[in-house]
Each structure stands twice: as structure tokens, then as C-alpha cells.
């Protein structure tokens, strides 16, 4: 299969690594806009760009070549944040963390556990696709061989 820039594309799965990307590519800007729009400390801004960083090269690997090394950093960070934001909720009773150094009021707030969920399903979401493609790769080499 040739690309639009006329190199040839070695065949294997096309739509879920580039869906795998895709989604990889909008967990990095949702860190990137988490961290510009002041809603954590500066310290958490910082980690979220470093986050970021982190996953716009695997993001690149993934989308271009599938390779199995990136998918497998992109499953275990995603099960990172998995794991990090389900202590964040259950931490904060279930109200969600609080932003910008203010006092949490007596009033469950639901937004913040809402957005928690979100971000959670979002990266079990990432986990799974990386995951059940590292299978496909695997498969098909087997059968390759």
C-alpha cells in the first residue's frame, strides 16, 4: 500500500493503530490544555506537560510503524493514570480533587468526579486498544512465520 508521500507502507492493521494514535494524540492535548488553563498547581501543570512529552513520540511510533515497544509504554501509562485518577476519586470521597488550592465545601460536588470518570474511561479506553493491537501484531507475525 503506498502513501500519499509515495513510500510504501508495510501491510498490517491501518485503522486501529491510527485510532490507537489518534486517541493517544487527544489524551496529550487534554494534558496540555489541563496544564495552560490553571485549574491545578504549578507543580501538576509541569508533570502534565512532561506527561505530554512523553507521549507525543509514541503517539508518532504508533501511528506510523505500530511498533510494539510504544504500544506497550502507551498501555502502561494509561493503566498508570488509570490507577492514579481512581485514587484521586476514591481520595476525595468521590467528589473529585480539588482544584487551585481551595477548601473543599460540605457539598459533593459531582463535576470533578464526573470529569475523573471521564478521564479514567478515556484511559482504560487507550489501554485496551494498545493492548488488544500489540495481539494483532502478535498474531500476524506468528502466522508470518
Do not use: F, K, N
Not at 489518534?22 to 489541563?34: D, E, G, K, R, Y
Amino acid at each position: 500500500m503506498a502513501t500519499i508521500a509515495g513510500r510504501v507502507r508495510a501491510s498490517g492493521p491501518v485503522l486501529h493503530p491510527r485510532i490507537c494514535a489518534a486517541l493517544t494524540a487527544v489524551s496529550c492535548v487534554t494534558h496540555l490544555w489541563l496544564a495552560a488553563s490553571g485549574h491545578h498547581d504549578a507543580w501538576i501543570g509541569v508533570l502534565m506537560i512532561a506527561l505530554a512529552a512523553v507521549c507525543v513520540p509514541c503517539t508518532v511510533h504508533i501511528w506510523r510503524h505500530s511498533r510494539v515497544g510504544a504500544l506497550h509504554q502507551v498501555t502502561v501509562s494509561a493503566l498508570a493514570m488509570v490507577a492514579l485518577h481512581a485514587v484521586l476519586l476514591l481520595g476525595a470521597g468521590g467528589a473529585g480533587h480539588v482544584h487551585g488550592g481551595r477548601p473543599p465545601s460540605g457539598v459533593v460536588d459531582t463535576t470533578g468526579a464526573a470529569q475523573l470518570l471521564l478521564v479514567i474511561g478515556l484511559e482504560i479506553a487507550t489501554a485496551l486498544l494498545a493492548s488488544t493491537l500489540v495481539a494483532r501484531l502478535r498474531r500476524r507475525a506468528a502466522v508470518a512465520h
